[in-house]
T-cell receptor, first 113, second 111 residues
Framework: NAGVTQTPKFQVLKTGQSMTLQCAQD?????MSWYRQDPGMGLRLIHY???????DQGEVPNGYNVSRSTTEDFPLRLLSAAPSQTSVYFC????????????FGAGTRLSVL | TQLLEQSPQFLSIQEGENLTVYCNSS?????LQWYRQEPGEGPVLLVT?????EVKKLKRLTFQFGDARKDSSLHITAAQPGDTGLYLC???????????FGTGTRLTVIP
C-alpha cells in the first residue's frame, strides 16, 4: 500500500449524514480511482480521475461525488449516507505504461446505520 | 453483471498441497491481473499477464493467461500458511480505469 494513504480507517454514520473519505498519493500519479468492496461482489469502480480537474464515473457512481483539485488528493464524498453504502472503500492509483499497475490504499470500512 | 467468475469461492487445504484457482469470463481482456488481499489491507498486485497463452512464475505461484485472453489460472505449488488470503483476478478491457474484478477466492492453508 506504499504511496496511497486513506483516512479514516473506520467510520460509522447514521442514515442521512454526510462525510468525506480522504485519499492522498505521493507518487505523482495522474490517475486515481475509488472502489468499493462488498462480500461476493469483488471490487467495483465508483469514480476515477485521469488528472487534476478531470473526473469521470465508474460502474457504481450513484450517491457519491468526487473532485480532483490537486494531483495528490482525490476525496470521495457521501452527501446523504444510506445503509446500502455500508462497504469497504479503497482508493487506488494506477501507473505503468498501460496504467495497469495498481497501488491500493489500506481501505476505509464504513458502516451506515 | 459479473464479468469475471472465480472458482472456487473458498478453499481450505493442508500445508504442502497444490491448488489451482480459476478466473473465467466471456469477455476478452487486454490484460489480466492477480492480486492478494489480507484482512484489513488493500489488494496487492502479484502479476499482470498481457499475451494470450502467457505463463508467468512467481516463486511457487504460476499464472497462466488463456489463449483467447478470456480466462486465467493461478496454481500454487506446496502451499504454505503464508499463502493464506483472498486472491482476486481483475481484467482490463479498455484501460486501467475500467478494471473489472472477480469475486475472489478465499484461501486458507492449514499448518
Amino acid at each position: 500500500n506504499a504511496g496511497v494513504t486513506q483516512t479514516p480507517k473506520f467510520q460509522v454514520l447514521k442514515t442521512g449524514q454526510s462525510m468525506t473519505l480522504q485519499c492522498a498519493q505521493d507518487m505523482n500519479h495522474e490517475y486515481m480511482s475509488w472502489y468499493r468492496q462488498d462480500p461476493g461482489m469483488g471490487l467495483r469502480l465508483i469514480h476515477y480521475s485521469v488528472g487534476a480537474g478531470i473526473t469521470d464515473q465508474g460502474e457504481v457512481p450513484n450517491g457519491y461525488n468526487v473532485s480532483r483539485s490537486t494531483t495528490e488528493d482525490f476525496p470521495l464524498r457521501l452527501l446523504s449516507a444510506a445503509p446500502s453504502q455500508t462497504s469497504v472503500y479503497f482508493c487506488a492509483s494506477p501507473t505503468g505504461l498501460a496504467k495497469n499497475i495498481q497501488y491500493f490504499g489500506a481501505g476505509t470500512r464504513l458502516s451506515v446505520l | 453483471t459479473q464479468l469475471l467468475e472465480q472458482s472456487p469461492q473458498f478453499l481450505s487445504i493442508q500445508e504442502g498441497e497444490n491448488l489451482t484457482v480459476y478466473c473465467n469470463s466471456s469477455s476478452v481482456f487486454s490484460s489480466l491481473q492477480w492480486y492478494r488481499q489480507e484482512p484489513g489491507e488493500g489488494p496487492v498486485l502479484l502479476v499482470t499477464v498481457v499475451t494470450g497463452g502467457e505463463v508467468k512464475k512467481l516463486k511457487r505461484l504460476t499464472f497462466q493467461f488463456g489463449d483467447a485472453r478470456k480466462d486465467s489460472s493461478l496454481h500454487i505449488t506446496a502451499a504454505q500458511p503464508g499463502d493464506t488470503g483472498l486472491y482476486l483476478c481483475a481484467g482490463d478491457t479498455t484501460g486501467a480505469n475500467n478494471l473489472f474484478f472477480g469475486t475472489g477466492t478465499r484461501l486458507t492453508v492449514i499448518p
